[in-house]
């Protein structure tokens, strides 16, 4: 009796996992799917917007920063210089600007009295000098402007919440306008790349449902949504060759490999468990059959 009990056991152990594995199985034949994907999110290349040496460093690398943060700091010396010439030549304009306005005005004056004292081409010189007087104090005002513009550029904040990446300066170190010194990874902007083969792309459309398995947490699933599809992938072929022509590389006929086209998916709400991490690698099934779906 107990043996015949152990059977019927074992055989309805048997019939479940059997079950299971044909309705896994079936997941993936109903549903495209694959191995080849990659979690991918915005990184910021961190540029300085002036020259100057590197004084100060706030952060260390891979470390966690809000947007405002302080990354580092340039020599603001040069540039507070610059500030403080371009406030003397702007006070200098102003104080000039005021001579030949008195002077403009009394010679318009006497103009206006008696257009036999003044010549025309001396009304004309002044109002001249003081209409370029005006532009001087213009071009002055600008001038501080870029100088204080570029004296705040001396300090270089976070764009965006993230991690600070590959921080290879140090203070002392020259920093170059629009070369880019450091990387920031944006930690709001994950989604994952799958990478599907050409013939599975006909049965994908944008906003069909999607699961995330990552090689970092092989027990959790992540949901989410197909947001688009890439219309184009770099070619090999047909790039220059000698002469100019097309280099087309010699296809064997009996190995057609299919291509692999990215498929961006958006990520839903993540466990509290789950940090991603730019390049890890990710299996991804688009979920055309939910009922046939068997959840981890």
């Known amino acids: 009796m107990k043996i015949t009990i152990k059977l019927l056991l074992a055989f309805a152990i048997l019939g479940i996992a059997l079950f299971l594995a044909y309705n896994k199985y079936k997941a993936y034949i109903d549903n495209p799917w694959t191995r080849d994907g990659q979690v991918r999110t915005q990184v910021i290349q961190v540029t300085p917007r002036i020259n100057g040496m590197v004084v100060k460093i706030h952060v260390i690398d891979n470390q966690q920063v809000k947007i405002g943060d302080l990354l580092f700091e340039i020599d603001p010396s040069q540039y507070q210089v610059k500030l403080n010439q371009s406030n003397a030549k702007l006070k200098r304009t102003r104080e000039a600007a005021k001579g030949t306005k008195i002077e403009f005005e009394r010679v318009k004056n006497i103009y206006t009295k008696d257009k036999g004292a003044v010549s025309q081409k001396d009304l004309v010189r002044n109002e001249t000098s003081y209409y370029k007087s005006l532009a001087s104090i213009d071009s002055s005002k600008e001038a501080v402007k870029t100088a204080t513009l570029n004296l705040s550029y001396t300090k270089v904040y976070a764009e965006v919440d993230g991690y600070v990446s590959n921080i290879n300066f140090q203070i002392g ?8 010194i450091l990387a920031l990874v944006d930690e709001n902007s994950y989604w994952v790349f799958g990478f599907f083969r050409e013939d599975s792309i006909p049965e994908i459309e944008i906003g069909d449902e999607a699961k ?9 699933s992540l949901l989410g949504k197909v947001e688009s599809i890439a219309w184009g992938i770099a070619h090999s072929d047909g790039n220059p060759g000698n002469n100019l022509l097309p280099s087309v590389q010699p296809v064997f006929q009996w190995i057609r490999l299919a291509q692999r086209i990215p498929v961006r998916i958006k990520l839903d709400k993540l466990p509290k468990e789950v940090k991603l991490r730019f390049g890890l690698t990710a299996s991804v099934m688009i979920l055309k059959s939910k009922s046939k779906i068997v959840e981890k």
């Open 212 to 220: 995330v398995t990552l090689m970092a947490y092989p027990d959790i």
């Open 173 to 180: 170190s020259q920093a170059t306008a629009n070369k880019p």
